[in-house]
């Protein structure tokens, strides 16, 4: 089992930026790559972005790519998702995700990932 525990939401005016952080425990050696998500009211889970474990493959969604960064600490086990920029419309729930497949190609695919936290609120006003 892994649990993944997000931290670092809030709420901030539209420019701004966040850092948010996801802490891996428990058998992360299993892990092959992290993702971020978000779920915005009445719409469906999105991918933000990814990052494989093991050699840091990045992979980003168009909405964010240029204004986000995903990026891993090993030895801490956690995973950072630096928000710059930030729009009204990246107001969501963002949740962390492990995925132990090491398969490539499924990375924004969140029914793949096995193991996922409990979300941060991430709120952008105009």
């Known amino acids: 089992q892994v649990q993944l525990v997000e931290s670092g939401g809030g709420l901030v005016q539209a420019g701004d930026s966040l850092r948010l952080s996801c802490a891996a425990s428990?058998?992360?050696?299993?892990?092959?790559?992290m993702g971020w998500f978000r779920q915005a009211p009445g719409k469906e889970r999105e991918f933000v972005a990814a990052?494989?474990?093991?050699?840091?493959?990045?992979y980003y969604a168009d909405s964010v790519k240029d204004r986000f960064t995903i990026s891993r600490d090993n030895p801490k086990n956690t995973v950072y998702l630096q928000m710059n920029s930030l729009k009204p419309e990246d107001t969501a729930v963002y949740y962390c995700?492990?995925?132990?497949?090491?398969?490539?190609?499924?990375?924004?695919?969140?029914?793949?990932?096995?193991?996922w936290g409990q979300g941060t609120q991430v709120t952008v006003s105009s």
């Open positions: 995700a492990a995925d132990r497949d090491s398969s490539y190609y499924r990375e924004k695919i969140a029914g793949v990932y096995d193991y």
């Open positions: 428990g058998r992360t050696f299993s892990i092959y790559t």
């Open positions: 990052i494989r474990w093991s050699g840091g493959s990045t």
